[in-house]
């Protein structure tokens, strides 16, 4: 199933399909292993930022569940982190050499790739317990599937839309935080807070791009504009945290210098492209589009209904050709 919650249909129905088809997914790249294990866990692991997205929209009905079940798919999520985290470093080297200003900073990135690339390779080596790590993610992926199985919420549109506002506007003011945290502090915590935001951001507007298709999706390109800006940003710091506690690993203090010089230069530009982007797509109130949301919700729900009542009307006044009055249908 699609990563998308239909508004004509029961909404508890949508959500656990929605649910259980990213745990479903995640089970098979496991166990499948298409492209290797590392891979499997990487594609595994964006799964599961999706479910935990998808229970933000329903904490206002069902915090319990949402605590409970967030919490199980977090913690399964970082068991399995080693070796994407160590790989992650090196496409970030990558892709600051692939932006190199001269022929002594692409030499010295080279070095410090060459050196990421070999220090990965020994984690993974030395991380004999990843088959039994993966194996635990799929049994927890089958409890986290009982655990909605046996969630009920209120399927009226009117309360899914109530929901739905309320949900939207807590996560927007979150994001208005962070953005305004950025725009004072501007340090590392508060723009990987600004990428979060980003991220759930963009899944929930995927989630409910049904209720406004076009407007939607052009505020999903937005957003995923943004994230990824905010990924490479996150990388950055990442990176910048491993050559201050290990300098070591990076050569000479030339070497060093030229590698810092790179990720302050780039980290710099991508924090003030950033913050331009998110301005964008954080320019709305949190009232003003939690309250649109709800309205479309709701109208996209009733539409439907609507036209099923429109069909009923429209037969009974072929079959009573002789009866002026429309009735509303019983």
């Known amino acids: 199933m699609a990563y998308r919650l239909r508004p004509d249909k029961?909404?508890?129905t949508e959500f656990r399909s929605v649910a259980e088809s990213q745990l479903l997914k995640a089970i098979r790249l496991m166990?499948?292993?298409?492209?290797?294990?590392?891979?499997?866990?990487?594609?595994?692991?964006?799964?599961f930022k999706r479910v935990r997205s998808l229970y933000r929209l329903i904490q206002p009905d069902a915090k319990e569940f949402r605590r409970r079940e967030n919490a199980r798919i977090r913690d399964m999520a970082r068991t399995l982190a080693g070796v994407r985290d160590a790989t992650a470093l090196v496409e970030t080297v990558d892709y600051l050499a692939s932006l190199a200003d001269s022929a002594e900073e692409l030499a010295a990135l080279a070095f410090a790739s060459k050196t990421l690339t070999e220090r990965r390779d020994r984690i993974a080596a030395e991380e004999h317990d990843l088959p039994a790590k993966m194996e635990a993610a799929v049994a927890t992926c089958h409890e986290a599937i009982g655990a909605i199985e046996e969630l009920e919420l209120s399927d009226d549109p009117h309360k899914t839309a109530k929901r739905l506002a309320k949900a939207w506007r807590k996560q927007r003011l979150r994001a208005h935080g962070a953005l305004a945290a950025c725009a004072k502090h501007g340090d590392a915590e508060a723009y990987h807070e600004l990428r979060k935001c980003g991220?759930?951001?963009?899944?929930?507007?995927?989630?409910?791009?049904?209720?406004?298709?076009?407007?939607?999706?052009?505020?999903?390109?937005?957003?995923?504009?943004?994230?990824?800006?905010?990924?490479?940003?996150?990388?950055?710091?990442?990176?910048?945290?491993?050559?201050?506690?290990?300098?070591e690993l990076f050569g000479n203090g030339d070497t060093l210098a030229l590698m810092l010089g790179a990720i302050i230069a780039r980290q710099q530009a991508l924090r003030h492209e950033a913050l331009g982007k998110a301005e964008d797509v954080f320019a709305d109130s949190a009232e003003t589009e939690s309250s649109l949301i709800a309205i479309l919700w709701e109208k996209a729900a009733d539409t439907p209904r609507r036209e099923r009542r429109a069909v009923k009307v429209h037969k009974g006044h072929e079959t009573h050709p002789q009866e002026t009055t429309l009735r509303e249908p019983v």
């Open 10 to 12: 029961p909404f508890t």
């Open 31 to 47: 166990e499948d292993q298409p492209d290797g294990p590392h891979e499997a866990v990487h594609d595994a692991r964006k799964r």
């Open 199 to 247: 991220q759930i951001y963009w899944m929930h507007i995927s989630l409910l791009g049904e209720i406004w298709p076009s407007a939607m999706l052009a505020k999903q390109r937005q957003a995923k504009d943004l994230v990824d800006l905010l990924g490479h940003e996150h990388d950055l710091s990442v990176l910048t945290g491993l050559v201050n506690e290990s300098p």
